[in-house]
């Protein structure tokens, strides 16, 4: 879409019905794909270092600003395979991709015809975005944008004389900044019109988040594309909220406090069931090792086990796990990561029915386990094997039937109005989590 068209997108001419579905029918798909992959990668790949914050927060880094704006002149990664991306993402299980178009230093993964600061000005020259938003539509793979609200290279942003730690967090009371708040709008226009559908718009406001005026994106977003997701970081609620790092300690509501953006503590408390209008969407963004980007220096990985079972954790409240990679310079997903996803992808062979399309389980704070629930179906997740029998309280349905998920045949159970006690087998079927599914009449 070339600029006068995306202009007179703006002006109205050209835009969408801002109609929508009601919320259940535009976050069906998202509620039932429960992981997905999240994508971290730009010029600072080169020099393992994270996402724009050697330049806002120097010191541990070991790069200068100047070096650091310089890495683009080197970024070509010519091993790059938007399809086999694509194919990772699928064989993990993971059902949408978020990849990050734009962070928080101004650099663009796309051709953007309002900033020369992108992929198209570097040796590499193509554009990264529309190479992966047509692999991941051959593959029928939702895709979503993270696009940063700051952006340090931007003279409407912030004063660009002085070095970005002077003034990251952006200056709207100059008069420029009017014509950031334009230039977002055609970036984001562009992304909405050029590679499609686009499943979601993940953004990363950083603290003070109404200077961007939240309101106005949404709407264009809304008007552009009716079903795109947005998250709750650029000053308003959004669809859903965005966890960093950790899995809450309980259910989200809508009464409790928001999720995601600058405060990153849980400030979730009890253990409770929340009534279905009372539950707020929600999804934990999470690392494989300790840092977003590509660095090759960072060899502090989670364990398959520990991801497979955070993933369960955060199924069992009714959210959503979106697992980053960061890739190489040269373009490929290290093979340390690609390990740890495809063995979340074949535990999710045998046991995805328990995570895919369920909600939060019935029975929260176990001690050994997690549940989740699809219709009739509670699953019963098992960490640490019993000696004998297994006992859940806190059942209030009464049940027909147990089973393992894996095919096994029928387990004998009691069960004593909330008390259920299960002969389960001797050991372990799955060492990192059994399954078993009870079945409510």
Not at 167 to 175: F, S
Not at 290 to 312: C, E, P
Not at 430 to 439: F, G, I, N, Q
């Amino acid at each position: 879409m070339n600029r006068a068209l995306i202009l007179a997108a703006l002006s109205g001419a050209a835009l969408l019905s801002a109609a929508s579905p009601n919320d259940a029918e535009r976050t069906k798909w998202y509620r039932d794909a429960k992981f997905g992959m999240f994508i971290h990668w730009g010029p600072y790949s080169l020099a393992s270092v994270e996402a724009s914050w050697p330049i806002m927060v120097p010191g541990k880094w070991g790069i200068s600003e100047a070096d650091y704006r310089a890495l683009p002149q080197r970024f070509n990664p010519v091993k790059f395979d938007a399809a086999a991306f694509v194919r990772l993402a699928k064989a993990a299980g993971q059902r949408y991709m978020v990849f990050t178009t734009k962070h928080h230093d101004g650099f663009c993964m796309f051709d953007s015809e309002f900033t020369n600061y992108k992929i198209s000005n570097t040796p590499y020259k193509k554009d990264i975005v529309a190479q992966l938003a047509e692999a991941a539509k051959k593959e029928g793979m939702p895709l979503g944008f993270y696009y940063s609200p700051p952006d340090m290279d931007h003279p409407g942003f912030r004063d660009t004389t002085k070095l970005s730690s002077t003034n990251w967090n952006g200056e709207p009371a100059r008069p420029e900044w009017p014509l950031y708040l334009q230039y977002m709008d055609l970036q984001l226009t562009e992304l909405l019109t050029r590679y499609g559908d686009v499943a979601i718009i993940w953004f990363d406001g950083l603290r003070n988040q109404q200077k961007y005026n939240g309101t106005h994106f949404h709407d264009l977003i809304h008007r552009l594309q009716p079903a795109t997701l947005i998250n709750n970081r650029i000053g308003l609620p959004g669809d859903y909220d965005t966890p960093e790092q950790f899995s809450p300690k309980s259910i989200p509501t809508r009464k409790g406090p928001k999720l995601g953006g600058e405060d990153l503590t849980d400030h979730s408390a009890g253990s409770g069931v929340p009534k279905a209008e009372d539950f707020r969407l929600w999804e934990t963004c999470m690392t494989i090792n300790n840092t977003w980007g590509y660095n090759a220096n960072d060899l502090k990985y989670k364990t398959s086990q520990h991801l497979i079972r955070t993933l369960i954790d955060v199924a069992s409240k009714g959210g959503n796990f979106l697992l980053n990679v960061g890739p190489t310079p040269e373009g490929l997903i290290q093979p340390e990561f690609e390990e740890r996803l495809l063995a979340i992808g074949k535990w999710l062979k045998v046991n995805g029915d328990s995570i895919y399309g369920t909600t939060y389980g019935p029975v929260q704070g176990l001690a050994y386990g997690r549940t989740t629930q699809k219709g009739k179906t509670v699953y019963l997740h098992v960490f640490d094997w019993p000696k004998g029998k297994l006992v859940l309280e806190g059942m209030s349905g009464k049940l027909a039937s147990v089973s393992m998920l894996d095919g096994a045949k029928p387990l004998r159970y009691t069960q004593q109005a909330g008390r259920v006690e299960i002969d389960v087998p001797d050991s372990a079927p799955d060492p990192v989590a059994s399954v078993l599914a009870l079945k409510l009449k």
